[in-house]
């Protein structure tokens, strides 16, 4: 079915047992809030481990990251990979394939967000 074809039948879209009346609401849903998609962008292209991402984004509590990061697992958008062959437990998150597929979409709002701050901000550089 294209999408012309879809758009006019009004399907209603059920993620996570949350039923939403437009795919932005159903997309919100895997990626909302305030911290999903910052750990989206710090995602892309490269692996991680969990205290790189507690040092690159400032402000997110331990417990947040902690919770935002088994919720995007659970959504599919992100693989934690555990190895526990010697000491010390080293843990790792990447974006899965389907996660992969916001990278343009997350860099597009990278990019607007640098737009954002130049026409209604500033930048802050801290010495």
Not at 20 to 43: D, Q, R
Not at 97 to 114: R, V
Request: glycine residues 8%; aromatic residues 8%; hydrophobic residues 40%.
């Amino acid at each position: 079915m294209d999408r012309k074809e879809l758009f006019a039948k009004k399907p209603k879209i059920k993620i996570n047992g949350k039923v939403s009346f437009c795919p932005t609401s159903a997309a919100m849903e895997l990626i909302g809030g305030k911290w999903k998609s910052v750990i989206l962008t710090h995602l892309i292209g490269d692996k991680k481990r969990y205290n790189e991402l507690r040092k690159e984004i400032p402000g997110i509590t331990e417990r947040t990251l902690s919770l935002q990061l088994k919720q995007l697992e659970a959504d599919g958008l992100v693989i934690r990979k555990v190895y526990t062959k010697k000491p010390p437990l080293k843990v790792e998150y990447t974006l899965t394939e389907f996660g992969q597929t916001l990278t343009p979409i997350l860099e597009l709002i990278i990019e607007w967000g640098l737009q954002a701050a130049e026409a209604k901000g500033e930048f802050i550089f801290e010495e």
